[in-house]
């Protein structure tokens, strides 16, 4: 082993193994299901970032709780300072007093930080009195006459001006006198990380307003022209590819032979990195250079050579990583497929398919609430009609007669049920996935699932846009539903997830603006014929909406 696989997996065994969410990344038994990024950021991986991370805020070995009060007023000297040859100081002295203090007490401070630092609605609201009080003379609003016209217009802008600043909380000083700040844009980061747990816990109004505002001034200053594209590969330092090999959130990597294998002839792998957060990756796309597009991940995972790389047609994404939890919910995932597919195409302008093959996270808990709930709503309609009838209008059998019929015929007595819904769902909840080891029950079974994921895919939504989370994320970056594939993923996760079906969502990339356009002002979602057969081919149930 080279210097640099023996640094790599030597920084991987010294995490403290006495913190679950810093196990090894080197053993895939100990990978983590993916939350809120699907083809995303896998949050209990992700953990990791903001723990290593507060640590470095505290490298000069202040590790003891410093006293709540102290790092209160820390932190609105921060805010009220006005001399800035002393700033530096006592923003170095807050941050590294925050992360010194218990969860409990950060949360205290965060919510002080919330309400004691918002906007003056007093202020506001006496502003609004003037403005109210002042009266249009003229016939036409936006038309000046004359002299007083002009004065008139004048008192409007005053006010106007003083308004928008009277709507900036008090605590926008403090974010951007930290993103001024060294290190003040990761510790943001990991600020709005512990803002978003604090809300996950308890819903506090107060809370949603500070992460609001935190969230737009990161949106602002993460925008693509301040980022930088850059191809990994195994010529980086050992601490970079120590990263990527912690925050793989899709596709655990299970050694350094793996890492080497991805960073390799016929593969890619892209970050975008910040300028004030050096050595490393906002998020990361791993990328696989084939003829065709793939159907399984084990096509793009396992030990095989490799297509020499000009005979590859197809651009094909097999994992999108964020490292950083405290910016959830912008998008960068967005802008970096489109500057990969760009410096594809310019360095191997032979490819012409730009596709994913993306996990489906929410298909089976949705599919598996489904089925109980349909075996509830069965049971009560028996006790209320036993003598028969037309039922709950709630009920709705999923399976097709031919489907059920299989199912019915093919079920162990282990799984056996009062209909074919019944027995499907307890299939899928058996001990080890057995069914995934009888040919006969994967026979009985492919038919709904295929047909059930794509109408999960197509017609499941929440406000409007798709249910599944990696669907929406391909969806407003402009991609379309290309392909179900049987068994692609048959992990322990993949099974869990979404019964070992993937999905290919294609970015055709003269129609990438239109389909984002669509899907964002309609919520329209764009599929291939393939996709829309398993739908059209059945009775196609409405549209279900979750608010």
Not at 48 to 66: P, V, W
Not at 269 to 279: K, R, S, T
Not at 298 to 308: G, R
Request: charged share 25%; aromatic share 8%.
């Amino acid at each position: 082993m080279n210097k640099k696989g023996l640094s790599i997996l030597m920084r991987t065994k010294m995490r403290p193994n006495n913190d679950p969410s810093k196990l090894s990344s080197f053993s895939p038994s100990l990978s983590k299901q993916n939350g809120i990024n699907q083809m995303m950021t896998d949050p209990p991986r992700n953990q990791r970032s903001t723990d290593d991370s507060r640590s470095n805020f505290s490298a000069s070995g202040n590790h003891y709780e410093r006293n709540f009060d102290i790092v209160k007023d820390s932190m609105g000297l921060a805010i009220s300072l006005n001399k800035t040859e002393s700033l530096d100081v006592v923003l170095d002295d807050f941050s590294q007093g925050y992360f010194s203090l218990s969860n409990e007490n950060r949360k205290k401070l965060v919510i002080v930080l919330a309400k004691e630092y918002d906007l003056d609605r007093i202020q506001v609201r006496e502003l609004l009195k003037q403005y109210l009080g002042l009266e249009l003379r003229s016939g036409d609003e936006g038309e000046l006459s004359n002299v007083d016209d002009e004065n008139m217009f004048s008192a409007f802008y005053r006010i106007e001006r003083n308004l928008r600043q009277a709507l900036k909380p008090t605590y926008n000083v403090l974010f951007e006198r930290l993103n001024n700040y060294t290190g003040g844009l990761k510790f943001l980061s990991l600020l709005r990380a512990d803002i978003l747990s604090f809300l996950g816990e308890e819903n506090i109004a107060s809370l949603r307003a500070l992460d609001s505002c935190l969230k737009e001034k990161l949106s602002t200053w993460l925008s693509p022209a301040v980022l930088e594209l850059h191809q990994i590969t195994w010529d980086d330092s050992a601490s970079l590819l120590e990263k990527i090999v912690t925050y793989e959130a899709v596709h655990p990597i299970s050694n350094l032979l793996d890492l080497k294998r991805r960073l390799g002839v016929g593969r890619r792998c892209f970050g975008y990195f910040h300028p004030a957060i050096p050595g490393e990756p906002l998020i990361f796309i791993e990328v696989a250079l084939l003829k065709n597009v793939a159907q399984t991940i084990q096509e793009v995972l396992l030990d095989v050579p490799p297509i020499p790389e000009h005979e590859a047609a197809c651009a094909l994404f097999y994992s999108i990583s964020s490292t950083q939890p405290g910016l959830a919910g912008i998008n960068l995932g967005k802008f970096l497929i489109k500057r990969m597919i760009t410096l594809v195409k310019r360095d191997m302008p032979q490819i012409s398919t730009f596709a994913t093959l993306s996990p489906i996270p929410g298909f089976m808990q949705w599919l598996l609430s489904k089925l109980a709930s349909q075996s509830v709503i069965a049971e009560v309609d028996n006790m209320e009609q036993p003598t028969g009838g037309s039922g709950s209008a709630f009920q709705e059998n999923l399976l097709e007669p031919d489907e059920e019929r299989m199912l019915l015929n093919s079920a162990p007595e282990t799984c056996a049920g009062k209909n074919g819904m019944e027995v499907m769902l307890n299939l899928l909840t058996s001990e080890n996935y057995e069914w995934t080891s009888s040919a006969e029950l994967l026979s009985a079974l492919k038919p709904p699932l295929m047909r059930l994921c794509a109408r999960y895919l197509l017609q499941e939504k929440k406000r409007g846009k798709a249910l599944d989370s990696v669907a929406n994320f391909h969806l407003q970056n402009g991609a379309m539903v290309e392909r179900l594939n049987w068994m692609a993923d048959r992990s322990e996760r993949g099974l869990r997830q979404s019964g070992g079906i993937m999905v290919n969502y294609v970015y055709r990339v003269e129609c990438i603006e239109q389909y984002a356009q669509s899907y964002f002002s309609a919520g329209h979602i764009h599929a291939s014929s393939d996709i829309r057969h398993y739908i059209r081919a059945h009775k196609e149930p409405e549209e279900t909406t979750i608010a």
